[in-house]
Every structure is written in C-alpha cells, then in structure tokens.
C-alpha cells in the first residue's frame, strides 16, 4: 500500500517538483488546486486531511433554478415590450399634446391656426403622415418633420424613443415663422 501524505507533506513534494513555481499558495490552496487537476492524485493525500482543506462539489439545484428564472424573467419583460410597443397613432398624440402645452406656455390665442386644424383634426392626419416609426418590436424610434403648410404657418421636427407604451421626446422644436 502507497503511503498517503498530509496536505503540508503532498504540498513540499510538488513544490520540490516545481520549485519557485508556487511558492505565493498556502499548502492548502495548492493541493486544492492540484487535486482538482489531477484528481487521481486524491488516493495519495489523507483524506482527513484533504476533507478540511477540500470543500465538496455539492449538486446546487436551487442555483441552476435561478438561472432558469432570470431567463422566464428576461423573456417576460421583452414579451411586455413587444406589447405594449408604441404606434405610430401614441407618437402623434404625444406630438399634439406637446405643441399644445408649448402654446399654452407662450400664451398663444385659441385663433391660432394651426390650434383650430388641431381641434378639427387637420394636423392629427399631418403629423400621422409625417411620423417615420422605426419599429424594433420591442420598443420604437419616431422622427417627425413638418414643413411649412398652406394651411397653417408653422414648422415641426422631433424625435422620440417609445418603450412600455410611454413616448419619451429626444428633441423637437415648432417654429413660426
């Protein structure tokens, strides 16, 4: 029968087939890591010795379950993007209520032209058809142009990013010339 060495003894044997090379591992960590290696090597080392120095690979099904539900969540979240993705219709009523409350803020009369085309519903199939959606299933990118009109004297562009039915503006400006 092979003697079976004590973690510190199976440490100084490596270590004197390989000097200077591990030299910064404790004797522990270096049988580890060698047994993990070479793990016909365990019959060599006291288990008793080895069982304090080793943790054992224990089967961790909760992790493995963990992992499964990252992913249920991930598929979960792009299911309610996909969704609740904007539309081309959400831009132009987020587009309407901002040139509204820019009106407001610079105290524009209700006799605006362009005020009444909104009221009448003018502008709404102006700006639906001036909206380019880029549709990213999950969430969507709108870029509105608007030139000058012969029904009203006004001028638009934007930008939105819309994601989980919200329209988040990136840049825009109304001009009137």
Known sequence: MQTQYSISEFAQEIRKQYPGDYDDLTDAKLVEL?????PNDKNKVAL???????PEKKENNNNNSSKYIKYIIIVI???IAFKTNPDSKDFTDKAIEIYQNQSK???QK?????????????????????VKRTDFYVC??????I???ILWDVRATGEAFG?????IPISYSIDKP
Do not use: C, T
């Open 147 to 149: 030139e000058k009109s």
């Open 110 to 130: 209700d006799s605006d032209a362009f005020s009444k085309a909104l009221s009448e519903g003018i502008a709404r199939s102006v700006i639906a058809e001036s």
């Open 48 to 54: 008793n010795s080895v069982a304090s120095a080793i």
């Open 34 to 38: 060698w047994l993990k290696k070479y």
């Open 77 to 79: 979240i792009l299911f």
């Open 140 to 145: 969507s990118f709108y870029n509105l142009k």
């Open 163 to 167: 994601i989980f039915g919200f329209i």
């Open 105 to 107: 803020n610079n105290n």
